[in-house]
């Protein structure tokens, strides 16, 4: 059974700090890595994906993928308020479905 | 981006009584749509995975005659809730599989409450 996991929260940080989110997955033939962000009573929105090894930026946002540990991570800096939402990690291997993990709830404090 | 209509985006309907969702993919072309079920504050579990033109691949523990799936086109997949009841009550949501290493898109989900 592939798995997919994360700390459910929720996860505080006082704003303009740095939010690290943390997520393994089991499944070793995976090989494409999403953040998604999910608001209250919302569908998820594509944050970030990854699909090698290292380190990917996009804005405030920065995604760490490690697949010999089988661990991804988001980091957002400068955390505003309107980024508290929880957060899913979701990982693919070819042709197959997508498998979330939990969800992590961050809750970004003015 | 690719976008994934879902309609509708609530409904309140009676126990017994049937419902259809429908998902649609209006800029490209979906071989594989997948229908997620996410109670509160819980994460998205899959369904089932639509393919056009073949029958519905549902998980273990969804029951095929009672969540009915349609993929008629490559842009339309349809989920029935068929007698509903009260614990079928959840937040629906489609999504849409260009391909390869592509993100999924998601529709904007649908809240159904049985009554």
């Known amino acids: 059974q592939k798995e997919v996991e994360q700390n459910s929260g929720p996860l505080s940080v006082p704003e303009g700090a740095i939010a690290s989110l943390n997520c393994t997955y089991s499944?070793?033939?995976?090989?494409?890595f999403f953040w998604y962000r999910q608001y209250s009573g919302k569908s998820p929105e594509l944050i970030m994906s990854?699909?090698?090894?290292g380190d990917k930026e996009d804005g405030r946002f920065t995604a760490q993928l490690n697949k010999a540990s089988q661990y991804v991570s988001l980091l957002i800096r400068d955390s505003q308020p309107s980024d508290s939402a929880t957060y899913l990690c979701?990982?693919?291997?070819?042709?197959?479905?997508?498998?979330f993990g939990p969800g992590t709830r961050l809750s970004v404090l003015p | 981006g690719a976008v994934v209509s879902q309609h509708p985006s609530r409904v309140i309907c009676k126990s017994g009584t049937s419902v259809k969702i429908e998902c649609r993919s209006l800029?490209?072309?979906?071989?594989?749509m997948f229908w997620y079920r996410q109670f509160p504050k819980q994460s998205l579990m899959l369904m089932a995975t639509?393919?056009?033109?073949?029958?519905?691949?549902?998980e273990q523990g969804v029951e095929k005659d009672k969540f009915l799936i349609n993929h008629a086109s490559l842009t339309l997949s349809t989920l029935t809730v068929t007698s509903a009841h009260p614990e079928d009550s959840s937040f629906y949501i489609c999504?849409?599989?260009?391909?390869?290493?592509?993100?999924?898109?998601f529709g904007q989900g649908t809240r159904l409450t049985v009554v």
């Open positions: 499944d070793r033939g995976s090989q494409s």
């Open positions: 990854i699909y090698s090894n």
């Open positions: 979701a990982v693919n291997d070819y042709g197959q479905n997508f498998v």
């Open positions: 999504s849409a599989d260009r391909g390869r290493e592509t993100e999924a898109f």
């Open positions: 639509s393919n056009e033109g073949s029958k519905a691949t549902y």
């Open positions: 800029d490209f072309q979906a071989t594989t």
